[in-house]
């Protein structure tokens, strides 16, 4: 079954298809930027994001957005974390929030769109903050330390594919799928 995936991060793409192809999808990139609001309402994020992907392309499309939410900030930045990521690094994140006590929730939303519904699909890891980056910091993957572990995602390599939230939200969508036909 064919699927289409509107993302401009590459690595979402990369992860998406590894997932994916063994449970027999054949992935699309659609490698596009799109304006998104700004919200902290992931749910009206993912579901805005996810008709403007539809409108686009004109053909049943999937998109995902993942936020980091931090226990000590109330669950901020959750909709809004690439912003606070781009405004304060790797580096700063660590030393502001990877303390004993940092925890966090890494959650990852899919929204799949049909043409006449918009479907969402969620997955969601615990874990804690390191107190310094670790791995690639081009995303937040070098903080994120998921419970049972003591490496970050950026760390574990392909490991992180088995355990991660974007898998778990992955896997309830294939789930959702099974069965239909898309081409």
Same mark, same amino acid.
């Given at each position: ?7 401009? #991060? ?9 997932? /994916? *192809? ?10 596009? !930027? $799109?304006?998104?609001? +700004?919200?902290? =309402?992931?749910?009206? $994020?993912?579901?805005? !994001? ?5 409108? /686009? ?16 900030? #109330?669950?901020?930045?959750?909709? $809004? ?38 479907? +969402? ?6 874990? !804690? /903050? ?5 791995? =690639?910091? *081009? +995303?937040? =993957? ?7 572990? #003591? !490496? ?8 992180? #594919?088995?355990? *991660?939230?974007?898998?778990?939200? $992955? =896997? ?5 799928? *099974? ?5």
């Amino acid at each position: 079954m064919r699927l289409r995936f509107l993302s401009s #991060n590459p690595n979402k793409v990369t992860e998406a298809k590894a997932i /994916l *192809s063994p449970a027999g999808f054949e992935l699309i990139a659609v490698a596009k !930027k $799109l304006d998104e609001i +700004q919200s902290a =309402d992931v749910e009206l $994020l993912v579901r805005d !994001k996810c008709i403007k992907a539809f409108r /686009l392309i004109g053909r049943p499309v999937f998109v995902e957005h993942t936020g980091l939410y931090i226990e000590a900030l #109330n669950g901020f930045p959750g909709g $809004l974390t690439q912003i606070f990521w781009d405004t304060l690094g790797a580096e700063r994140v660590a030393a502001l929030f990877g303390k004993e006590d940092g925890l966090a929730i890494a959650r990852t939303r899919i929204g799949y769109c049909d043409g006449r519904c918009v479907h +969402q699909f969620e997955g969601e890891v615990s874990g !804690k /903050l390191a107190r310094k980056p670790c791995g =690639d910091t *081009s +995303q937040w =993957d070098c903080i994120f330390i998921p419970e049972g572990s #003591n !490496k970050t995602f950026a760390e574990m390599g392909k490991h992180k #594919n088995e355990i *991660s939230m974007r898998r778990k939200a $992955l =896997d309830q969508f294939a789930a959702f799928l *099974s069965g239909a036909t898309h081409d």
